[in-house]
């Protein structure tokens, strides 16, 4: 069992900038890959951002290229969202997931889901 809680999510203005954590907690296991996905009210859930193991690779949406940037840090079990030059259409419910390995963008290949945190951009 794995639980993933995602946080700092809010309410911002359009440019404004908010980091996203997701602490993992539980019977954790390696090697993994972590993921963000985000969905907006009537729309399917899309990639945003994943990370390998090592850290070292790094996949992200067009949408966010340039803006976001994902990062973890193995000491405090936390994967991260940086996310700067928001826009409206940012929009959405933020969810952290965790894949068995493989730094994929499809939601099939992850096994364990956050809740989701709240995020809403303003004009």
């Known amino acids: 069992q794995v639980q993933l809680v995602e946080s700092g999510g809010g309410l911002v203005q359009a440019g404004g900038s908010l980091r996203l954590s997701c602490a993992a907690s539980?019977?954790?296991?390696?090697?993994?890959?972590m993921g963000w996905f985000r969905q907006a009210p009537g729309k399917e859930r899309d990639f945003v951002a994943a990370?390998?193991?090592?850290?070292?690779?790094?996949y992200y949406a067009d949408s966010v290229k340039g803006r976001f940037t994902i990062s973890r840090d193995h000491a405090k079990n936390t994967v991260y969202l940086q996310m700067n030059s928001l826009k409206p259409e940012d929009t959405a419910v933020y969810y952290c997931a965790r894949s068995e390995g493989y730094t994929s963008r499809r939601p099939g290949e992850y096994d364990y889901w956050g809740q989701g945190t709240q995020v809403t951009v303003s004009s």
């Open positions: 990370i390998n193991w090592s850290g070292g690779t790094a």
């Open positions: 539980g019977r954790t296991f390696s090697p993994n890959a």
